[in-house]
């Protein structure tokens, strides 16, 4: 299967310390796969780097073997890459479908526009309301995002990041601040996204990553430590020793 994401050698330096050491991955168009790892493993910063956030001190980034180290965010976004956020970033006065249909019309250079009526952007309407149908929140598609629970406002945030129609979608921290029980739900509805699009998560809840990825990376001090499926991962000493707080020998 042909690559959708790859890093070679990459490094990010903030002046004497080095929070992204030497990564290098390859991830497969349709995966699901997870970057896991401890507090400061630079796994916020690795993704800040794929998604030209922040330019890499050293290496470099392709996306369906293309290299967009040195593309700005917006290009990579037209090129097919997409991300959410830890904190979700929402318009809290527009309602949940006029929010998609909006980034339903930038994506398609009508973001100027979009004063104009409803009524006048009926193809991008429908087009939103099918995104909701996907994710499951129709039933909320005329509410405030501000009324909205936190859960379904991560789900939302997804929605968004769909209407641009990525090929690779990175999902920062999208239980965070979820209930147990809308953390379930939300990572259900992710795990029917269609396989066209490729998920790669930051996720602390262990439970969720071990339910939903097919492989695991596991970053620390930012340099990659191991990448296996989740079942050679859970058996893998350094990694319990390391991250999951448990001695080597148990």
């Known amino acids: 299967m042909s690559s959708a994401l790859q890093t070679r050698g990459l490094v990010k330096r903030f002046g004497g310390f080095t929070a992204t050491?030497?990564?290098?991955?390859d991830i497969a168009g349709g995966a699901r796969h997870a970057l896991i790892g401890p507090n400061g493993a630079g796994k916020t910063t690795l993704v800040n780097l794929l998604t030209g956030f922040l330019a890499p001190t050293s290496g470099s980034v392709l996306l369906e073997g293309r290299d967009v180290t040195r593309m700005a965010q917006h290009v990579r976004v037209r090129r097919g890459l997409a991300r959410t956020f830890q904190i979700n970033q929402?318009?809290?006065g527009m309602t949940v479908l006029e929010s998609v249909a909006m980034a339903v019309c930038e994506r398609r250079g009508l973001g100027a526009r979009w004063w104009r009526p409803l009524a006048a952007h009926a193809d991008a309407l429908g087009e939103a309301a099918g995104l909701l149908r996907q994710l499951g929140l129709m039933d909320e598609a005329h509410e405030p995002t501000a009324k909205l629970a936190y859960g379904r406002q991560r789900l939302l945030e997804i929605a968004l990041a769909l209407a641009t129609r990525p090929r690779v979608l990175l999902l920062d921290e999208p239980a965070a601040?979820?209930?147990?029980?809308e953390s379930r739900e939300l990572f259900e509805t992710i795990a029917r996204l269609p396989r066209e699009v490729t998920i790669v998560l930051i996720e602390h809840d262990m439970d969720l990553v071990f339910r939903f990825a097919?492989?695991?990376?596991?970053l620390v001090n930012g340099a990659v430590l191991a990448e296996d499926t989740p079942q050679s991962i859970a058996r893998?000493?350094?990694?319990?020793e390391v991250y999951l707080g448990e001695a080597a020998d148990d």
Do not use: K, N
């Open 21 to 25: 050491a030497d990564v290098s991955l």
């Open 90 to 92: 929402l318009f809290p």
């Open 177 to 181: 601040g979820v209930p147990a029980g």
């Open 214 to 218: 097919e492989r695991i990376t596991v």
């Open 236 to 240: 893998d000493a350094r990694v319990r």
